[in-house]
T-cell receptor
Framework: DVKVTQSSRYLVKRTGEKVFLECVQD?????MFWYRQDPGLGLRLIYF???????EKGDIPEGYSVSREKKERFSLILESASTNQTSMYLC??????????????FGSGTQLSVL | SQQGEEDPQALSIQEGENATMNCSYK?????LQWYRQNSGRGLVHLIL?????REKHSGRLRVTLDTSKKSSSLLITASRAADTASYFC???????????FGKGTTLSVSS
């Protein structure tokens, strides 16, 4: 059963901590994405990657960085966590670019609370 | 940048009724997708409709697309309590590299 796995379902961190959110897909997908989801704001794209070691900024990259050292793994990094980064983080992947009518496969999400 | 906007924000119906959700978008598209999200979980792809299609069916789902009005609708017929979820429309960004989602419609189906 193909899937996207996010390492933590719930995470509680303190302000100023460096936080790593991990995402792994087992489908040999080229493209991987990080979104955050907040009530009333929907899903917003943080970063995405279309190849190993390649990354592109989404709509809200400030305060985040990413790493894609291997094709199957895409990490989201909060360099110094702040309370306004408390959110649900969703990882997704696709085989081909979205403009070709590809669908996204999502992980179950990580609910991050920054105290 | 929000490409799609769903309407209504929330919808409450009884089991057996039909549920209609609408999505408006801003720029030209090649296709539009609908996703479902159960509470606190990831999104699941429901259906994709291409710009040259006007209507598409999948089980109890019917999606329409009107490119002249830049709008789409998702109809769920004979709703069940298990259809309770949030529904999102999504379109590709201008570069075709990522999906941009609307804010979603929260559907509650009571038995």
């Amino acid at each position: 059963d193909v899937k996207v796995t996010q390492s933590s379902r719930y995470l509680v961190k303190r302000t100023g901590e460096k936080v790593f959110l991990e995402c792994v897909q087992d489908m040999d997908h080229e493209n991987m994405f990080w979104y955050r989801q907040d009530p009333g704001l929907g899903l917003r794209l943080i970063y995405f990657s279309y190849d190993v070691k390649m990354k592109e900024k989404g709509d809200i990259p400030e305060g985040y960085s990413v790493s894609r050292e291997k094709k199957e793994r895409f990490s989201l990094i909060l360099e110094s966590a702040s309370t306004n980064q408390t959110s649900m983080y969703l990882c997704a992947s696709s085989l081909r670019p979205m403009g070709l009518g590809e669908k996204l496969l999502f992980g179950s999400g990580t609910q991050l609370s920054v105290l | 940048s929000q490409q799609g906007e769903e309407d209504p924000q929330a919808l409450s119906i009884q089991e057996g009724e039909n549920a209609t959700m609408n999505c408006s978008y801003k720029t030209s598209i090649n296709n539009l997708q609908w996703y479902r999200q159960n509470s606190g979980r990831g999104l699941v792809h429901l259906i994709l409709i291409r710009s040259n299609e006007r209507e598409k069916h999948s089980g109890r789902l019917r999606v329409t697309l009107d490119t002249s009005k830049k709008s789409s609708s998702l109809l769920i017929t004979a709703s069940r309590a298990a259809d309770t979820a949030s529904y999102f429309c999504a379109t590709a960004n201008q570069a075709g590299t990522a999906l941009i989602f609307g804010k979603g419609t929260t559907l509650s189906v009571s038995s």
